[in-house]
């Protein structure tokens, strides 16, 4: 993510603000049993957070109703278990932090950070700037509401007003990014039209109120991170670093979504996914250590876990085992 266009005025420096002992976290969304492309987050972030004496903690980031599959986050904790993933503090549900996130907004507003909008979707996606987004994807907001739509009766989003300038991070992986908010998607939501707080905010709120010191997760979020810096110091919290690890992909190079067709991981030897996700990160395991038992795999794994193996590597191919049902799939 760059932007030569930009303004060259620095956000921000590389460098952590936070202190203090490493905290990571695995932040899945109960959209469907674990697949192998979220297995890839867990299993980066779990051995980040072991190899630097650190702790490891779980979100279930269930913020959006509508997309929450029944039994999803039980099914996912349980894979976790199952595959020696033990975090280390009660696990966090988004849906129970509303309050969290409504005090954030709150300070938001009242120092002016935020505008309602009152353009609806379709207007939005209409325009040409947004023809080429990916479903779910946030959509580009000119630097106007559209006309007509001040005289929707619907109640607001609230979006946040990015300042124009450059917003930069060193990635741990992808290397030194660069994003200017204002320019490349405009002024973004933090409160939905339906109430609903933004992932957005919703997660500087949780990195920050439960410590975490640096965020491990999937390559899609690298676009995120500058909103997501904005809102930090809007709120004057600590940032964290940031290490974005490679997406599987499949055949035809999209990405395994948890709404797709992605099998669940539930593998008879549960080895062997754990084995499966270090050979996507380039670690080289041994062919023996898929047989071998789960303590001796994550003993291996700790002792010869190298980032710098995958450093740059935006996406990868998912083995073909990863992808197939029959495999993967044993029912309990
Ligand atoms: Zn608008």
Redesign the pocket.
Known sequence: MSDAKSNSAIATTGTAESSGRYRGRFAPSPTGPLHFGSLIAAVGSFLEARTRGGEWLVRIEDLDPPRTRRGAADAILRTLERLGLNWDADVLHQSNRTDAYCAAFERLRAEGWLWP???SRAQLAALPANQARAMGEELV?PKK??PG?HRAAASPAWRFRAPDLDVGFVDRVQGPQSQNVARAGGDFVVRRRDGLFAYQLAVVVDDADQGITDVVRGADLLDSTARQILLQQALQLPRPTYMHLPLAVDASGVKLSKSGDAPAVWHPAPSAPVVAALEFLRQDPPAELGRAPLDEVWAWAIEHWRPSRFSGMRSGAAPAAALDKATMEVPE
Do not use: P
């Open positions: 909008c009152r353009c907001h509401c559209l739509s």
